[in-house]
């Protein structure tokens, strides 16, 4: 079965706080993406960043950045000095097939000013 | 670089009349997925189409809903006779091609139906 899992449902930081955002995953296929989406109060899903099974460097963009650690099925992500713009929906999501997205239940990160 | 368009952004029903979604893809994008957002939960797909194909419609109920994706215009989600229990968001994504590395799928800004 495929699956994910983000267990975290809502996380409050203050602002200029670090803070991390849990993904783990399920699939028995070698070779699959993960991606991450941000999905803030207006509702569109903004696409953030796409990583696939088979490159596990781990990935850095202004203050984000993302842990891919396949021995634990997880692909962390991490906002650096968090700011009060950052509060959204944030989801992982998996795709091992050729198109079919599976979707955690997202965590909601408000960042207080 | 218009991303994806969807309208309308809301759209109230009573019980049992029809909801029209409406979905332009990115410019250059050829495939089309609808996806549903029930309330608290992650997003669950529904149906893939090509121009004037379904490709997949596995999680789509087999009742009252049905999608299209002529060879003009945009693609069109259609709910029958809706029911409180369609009250939800309803996403659009496309992408340039399907499969492999650079399949990524856009989403617009979904249409959230709610059903009086």
């Known amino acids: 079965a495929q699956k994910v899992t983000q267990a975290q449902t809502e996380i409050s930081v203050v602002e200029k706080e670090d803070v991390t955002l849990d993904c783990v995953y399920e699939t028995r296929d070698t070779t699959y993406y993960l991606f991450w989406y941000k999905q803030p109060p207006s509702g569109e899903l903004v696409f953030l960043i796409r990583r696939n099974s088979f490159d596990e460097q781990n990935e850095i963009s202004g203050r984000y950045s993302w842990n891919f650690q396949k021995s634990t099925s997880s692909f962390n992500f991490t906002i650096t000095a968090s700011q009060v713009v950052d509060s959204a929906v944030y989801f992982c999501?998996?795709?091992?097939?050729?198109?079919?997205?599976?979707f955690g239940t997202g965590t909601r990160l408000k960042v207080l000013a | 670089n218009a991303g994806v368009m969807q309208n309308p952004r809301h759209l109230v029903r009573r019980r049992g009349q029809e909801a029209r979604l409406r979905c332009s893809p990115m410019?250059?994008?050829?495939?089309v997925y609808w996806y549903r957002q029930l309330p608290e939960e992650g997003l669950k797909f529904m149906v893939y189409?090509?121009?004037?194909?379904?490709?997949?419609e596995s999680g789509m109920p087999k009742e009252r809903f049905s999608a299209e994706f002529p060879k003009e215009g945009p693609s069109i989600l259609r709910i029958q006779q809706v029911v409180r229990g369609d009250s939800a968001a309803y996403f659009c994504?496309?992408?340039?091609?399907?499969?492999?590395?650079?399949?990524?799928?856009?989403f617009g800004a979904g249409t959230r139906l709610s059903v009086l």
């Open positions: 999501a998996l795709r091992s097939g050729t198109y079919k997205y599976i």
């Open positions: 189409l090509q121009k004037e194909n379904i490709i997949d």
């Open positions: 994504a496309s992408s340039q091609i399907v499969g492999g590395t650079k399949n990524i799928q856009y």
């Open positions: 410019k250059g994008h050829s495939h």
